[in-house]
């Protein structure tokens, strides 16, 4: 059974993979080895997974230690079930038949590999924006995000924001309701195109707090808000919190799904890779938003989100006047 997860934010670091990934392969014992310490080196959080990772180990060495060496499927479907059973909704074991399956589904990976990384090419999306009279307080410049992991995101975003503000935007409404995420990088130039500094760090077990910034020139400092659900995950509850978090917006609707986990992909000789949850994305200075979400300034039913973002920034502007 495939695994169903969303588009994780992405973590770009340099890391070196222990000894004997770097070895040549040589035999399933040891590719086995590789991919199970990278759960028990690297997973954000061992006490949320379901049974102690040691106990897998000692449940999968044996059925590996089995295989003929001519039973490549069955040490996929091996590491594939290993994995699945986190059920965390990002770490997936991923076969080489099955890579170009998922970078044509989640574009290229920057995957942190024996070989290298990858460069992280501009992964941008489509955006749709209107401009909106708000009688007797000026106009909204509404713009819906439906994810943070398409072409031209952030990007189109910047564009969008300048050319409402021309036409007479006095403030923002950003939806990202059912945004299922993204990229990091996307996030960071997203939140830069509205705010500036550090906003996020990266908590894990095995490092330090790993901060990141907003990455580019504000282009406004008008109101803002941001409209969001429980179909909020990832990425965009990283974009939401920050900006919610640093004073620059207020959300409106549901709290979001509390799944921040950042995902590190991992590319191992055999062609195949381990996408493991190394981390929980947090705002500077607070707690992670994993399992809570992000909170709404203005709890409402998401249907009813626009309409009262809308009423918000009328009076924003008009205290402004």
């Known amino acids: 059974m495939r695994k169903t997860f969303f588009w994780p934010v992405f973590v770009i670091l340099c890391t070196i993979l222990p000894l004997a990934a770097a070895a040549e392969n040589s035999g399933f014992e040891k590719r086995f080895e590789t991919v199970w310490e990278l759960i028990d080196e690297r997973y954000w959080n061992h006490d949320v997974l379901p049974e102690p990772w040691s106990d897998v180990h000692d449940r999968y060495a044996p059925q590996v230690a089995e295989l003929p060496g001519d039973a490549e499927d069955r040490y996929w479907e091996l590491m594939e079930e290993m994995y699945e059973g986190i059920a965390d909704d990002h770490t997936v074991f991923v076969r080489p038949s099955r890579v170009a399956e998922i970078r044509e589904l989640y574009g290229t990976m920057p995957c942190l590999a024996l070989l290298g990384q990858a460069d992280l090419p501009e992964k941008l999306g489509t955006l749709s924006y209107g401009l909106q009279a708000l009688p007797g307080a000026g106009s909204a410049g509404v713009i819906r995000i439906p994810d943070f992991a398409s072409d031209h995101v952030a990007g189109n975003l910047r564009r969008a924001v300048r050319e409402l503000e021309a036409e007479g935007a006095d403030g923002f409404v950003l939806d990202i309701r059912g945004n299922p995420g993204g990229r990091l990088v996307t996030m960071m130039q997203s939140a830069g195109v509205f705010t500036s500094g550090l906003l996020w760090r ?120």
């Open 202 to 321: 990266l908590v894990t077990t095995w490092s330090l707090p790993i901060p990141y910034p907003a990455i580019g020139v504000p282009e406004t400092d008008a109101p803002l808000a941001l409209l969001t659900d429980r179909n909020v995950h990832s990425a965009a509850e990283g974009f939401a919190g920050a900006l919610r978090q640093s004073g620059r917006a207020v959300t409106v609707g549901e709290a979001s799904a509390g799944n921040v986990e950042a995902l590190l992909p991992f590319c191992l000789r055999d062609g195949s890779q381990a996408w493991v949850a190394a981390g929980v994305l947090a705002p500077l200075g607070a707690p992670t938003w994993q399992n809570t979400g992000v909170e709404p300034d203005v709890e409402i039913a998401p249907d009813s989100a626009l309409e009262a973002a809308l009423d918000w920034l009328k009076e924003q502007l008009a205290q402004d006047d």
